[in-house]
C-alpha cells in the first residue's frame, strides 16, 4: 500500500515562496514518476509539475503557468518529492496534491491525471493579494 503525505502548505502573502514536501513509502520510489497537482474551489485539479527518475535527478515537466517560479525535486534517498514555489500569486491558491505513478514516466503524459496512480490527501496554499 503506497502512502503519500503533503505538507508545508499555508499561507503566504503575494510574492512570497512556499516549500512542499511529499513523503512516500510503501513502494520502491525511486523507480516512480513523481507529481504535483492542485485543484481550487469550483475548479478542476491541474497539473502544476512531474519529475521522472534518472541519474540526475530526473526530467522535469511544467505546466505553462508556474513555468520559471515553482521546481520539482526530489530525493530518493529519503523517498521525498519537493515543489518550491516562489513569486507565488494569488491564483496559486488551491489545494496541492502529490502523485505517484507506477511507471518511470505516466504512460498517458506527464500532465494527466490518469497517468497517476496514488494521490496524497492535499495541503492547502492560500496567496494573500
Known amino acids: 500500500q503506497v502512502q503519500l503525505v503533503e505538507s508545508g502548505g499555508g499561507l503566504v502573502q503575494a510574492g512570497g515562496s512556499l516549500r512542499l514536501s511529499c513523503a512516500a513509502s510503501g513502494r520502491t520510489f525511486s523507480s516512480s514518476a513523481m507529481a504535483w497537482f492542485r485543484q481550487a474551489p469550483g475548479k478542476e485539479r491541474e497539473f502544476v509539475g512531474g519529475?521522472?527518475?534518472?541519474?540526475?535527478?530526473?526530467?522535469?515537466s511544467y505546466a505553462d503557468s508556474v513555468k520559471g517560479r515553482f521546481t520539482v525535486s526530489r530525493d530518493n534517498a529519503k523517498n521525498m518529492v519537493y515543489l518550491q514555489m516562489n513569486s507565488l500569486k494569488p491564483e496559486d491558491t488551491a489545494l496541492y496534491y502529490c502523485?505517484?505513478?507506477?511507471?518511470?514516466?505516466?504512460?498517458?503524459?506527464?500532465?494527466?491525471?490518469?497517468?497517476?496512480?496514488?494521490w496524497g490527501q492535499g495541503t492547502q496554499v492560500t496567496v494573500s493579494s
Open positions: 502523485a505517484l505513478a507506477r511507471s518511470k514516466w505516466p504512460t498517458t503524459g506527464v500532465g494527466t491525471v490518469s497517468g497517476y496512480d496514488y
Open positions: 519529475i521522472g527518475i534518472g541519474p540526475s535527478g530526473g526530467s522535469t
